[in-house]
């Protein structure tokens, strides 16, 4: 078999302050209460939550540090739904977005509240769960439907923002492979602070359905597989896909693979045809979780 090569993608998180919607409607309420005769002492995060420092509102402007921020310019960012980063030591807001003509993909860093983890969103598309959860929650209980991963090999496919890598990190794993088939969404995920630990991460940039099958066989004891909806990427759901996940696993190695359940308001779905196919590939102990909305299964031990 011809062995292909992939390239190994060097996360480098940028040291750059952010500033959230919901953070701005905040700071302009408070300031438009407060009036503009002294200066307002106010509590701001710069990343999403992670942190709070002090900030003072005087004038038209609010000061952190050595940032300087126009109120018109926080006016802005509050009507936008993206996470702005803070350039310029405070004269420029740029929202983290962009945009490849030759995919035609728009993509946005979009914040769902002033602190905790945002999504990311391609083509209006949320590549995460925020309804009644967060994505950080959402990584959280998809990597929990695992148990223990203390020590543990961990195959993460479909990087995204990297929520699930870190949080299998988190847990005690002790080697993370991800792999991401589009290099805008990793640029992206270096400007967001909840990112950041994905240079921790071995991150190989290609095609899930190809990398894997220059990953040698019984390598990792867990994979977690999130990959996007059915309709963007169909072949991450097909038998010989799931029979390379499985050849990948060592005997007695977990897979949690997350579905979701598209098409369930609509009366059908392609639920069962997921649980048929993984059996067809050899798993078994395939049970539905009905909170992290995914599969868990098990590779036989001999």
């Not at 018109?72 to 004269?91: F, I, P, Y």
């Not at 002033?114 to 769960?129: C, D, S």
């Not at 400007?191 to 990398?211: C, F, Q, T, Y």
């Not at 019984?218 to 994979?223: D, S």
Request: proline share 5%; glycine share 10%.
């Amino acid at each position: 078999m011809v062995r292909r090569r992939f390239s190994e993608y060097v996360f480098t998180p940028r040291d750059v302050a952010v500033i959230s919607p919901h953070l701005a409607s905040r700071l302009l309420s408070e300031a438009s209460g407060a009036g503009c005769l002294t200066p307002l002492r106010v509590k701001v995060t710069l990343n999403l939550g992670l942190t709070y420092v002090e900030g003072v509102i005087e004038g038209s402007s609010l000061v952190v540090g050595g940032l300087r921020v126009s109120l018109d310019d926080l006016r802005q960012v509050a009507s936008s739904t993206a996470v702005h980063a803070v350039l310029k030591g405070g004269e420029v807001l740029e929202p983290v977005q962009l945009y490849d003509d030759g995919l035609r993909r728009f993509y946005k860093l979009r914040a769902v509240g002033e602190a905790g983890a945002p999504t990311l969103e391609i083509n209006g598309v949320h590549m995460h769960r925020i309804k009644d959860t967060t994505p950080w929650r959402d990584a959280l209980t998809k990597v929990k439907a695992l148990d223990r991963l203390r020590g543990a090999r961990v195959l993460d496919v479909c990087t995204g923002l990297g929520y699930t890598a870190i949080a299998a990190l988190r847990r005690g794993a002790a080697e993370v492979t991800s792999i991401e088939v589009d290099e805008n969404v990793l640029r992206i995920a270096e400007v967001n602070p909840w990112s950041r630990d994905l240079s921790r991460v071995k991150i190989i940039v290609g095609d899930a359905a190809e990398v894997i099958r220059d990953l040698p066989d019984e390598h990792f004891t867990h994979v977690i597989h999130d990959p996007p909806r059915f309709q963007m990427a169909g072949h991450l759901y097909s038998t010989e896909f799931y029979a390379e996940l499985f050849r990948i696993l060592k005997p007695g190695g977990k897979l949690f693979h997350y579905v979701g359940e598209p098409g369930r308001k609509r009366g059908h779905s392609y639920v069962g045809g997921v649980k048929g196919r993984l059996t067809k590939a050899g798993f078994t102990a395939i049970k539905w979780d009905p909170v992290a909305q995914g599969f868990t299964a098990v590779k036989p031990r001999p």
